[in-house]
């Protein structure tokens, strides 16, 4: 089964479809090659078997993963979002590598931010009790300046 990347022309999202099925000749439909994160129709094709989309899956409750809409930053990075109402998954792909948990990568690039997913380095480090009242360690992203708390 050979896999197509497509880029969805409406929504700017790339996703993989193959065609799949008992694939012979004669009897053939024409199917639709549709985008799963936004049902506009990319392309078709002629085929005997069906066409099937193919999606990240969240590793916590299996359903699509849908990545954020601007695409890959600067460094290559893709930010996806469980489609779940009730599932909060956070996963990166980096540089078109594996996709993986926050907690992965934190592991592999440091601390990372729980807003927007950057780099914890060159942020401001605050430590507990330091200002009275904070009974954790924190980070405030230099990207986003949301507060990090480094739980123990």
Request: contains cysteine; charged residues 25%.
């Amino acid at each position: 089964m050979k896999k197509y990347l497509e880029v969805c022309d409406k929504c700017e999202r790339e996703f993989e479809w193959s065609n799949e099925g008992d694939v012979w000749p004669g009897g053939k439909d024409r199917e639709n090659i549709t985008c799963p994160y936004c049902g506009n129709v990319t392309g078709s094709k002629i085929t005997s078997g069906y066409i099937a989309i193919h999606t990240h899956q969240c590793r916590y409750c299996g359903s699509m993963l849908i990545p954020d809409e601007g695409g890959a930053d600067r460094r290559g990075t893709i930010r996806y979002e469980c489609s779940a109402a009730d599932c909060y998954g956070v996963f990166f792909s980096e540089n078109g590598g594996p996709i993986i948990t926050s907690e992965e990568r934190c592991r592999s690039a440091g601390p990372i931010c729980d807003n927007c997913g950057r780099s914890l380095r060159g942020g401001s480090f605050t430590p507990k009790w330091s200002e009275g009242n904070n009974p954790d360690d924190s980070i405030k992203c230099p990207h986003c300046r949301h507060i990090n708390y480094l739980w123990e």
